[in-house]
């Protein structure tokens, strides 16, 4: 599972989530003007929730391993500029 999320373009990865759930949020807004019954928009409130939850998670574990990828990186660097072997 790493390996696909290094392969994955992040960029894109975040924009597709928060898209997601920004049209989700929208719809949320749009059905409380409008005079649905109240265990649907529930629903909906629910729906909405879960997905922004999701995408907090999500938004997490890739730039988790971003970070962890960029301190390999810099731990590489220093390692090898001041003459110290890898381990």
């Known amino acids: ?7 994955i373009n992040k960029k894109r990865a ?3 989530i928060w898209s997601v759930v920004a049209i989700g949020w929208v719809i949320m807004v749009a059905s ?3 005079s649905l019954e109240k265990p649907i928009a529930v629903t909906i409130v ?8 999701i995408a907090i998670w ?5 730039l988790g391993v ?3 990828d960029a301190r390999k990186a810099i731990w ?8 110290v072997p890898n381990q």
């Open 14 to 16: 975040l924009t597709v």
């Open 32 to 34: 409380l003007f409008v």
């Open 76 to 83: 590489q660097r220093l390692t090898q500029w001041r003459g």
């Open 1 to 7: 599972m790493m390996l696909n999320l290094k392969t």
């Open 46 to 53: 629910a729906v909405v929730a879960i997905l922004t939850e």
């Open 58 to 62: 999500l938004t997490a574990l890739l």
């Open 66 to 68: 971003a970070l962890v």
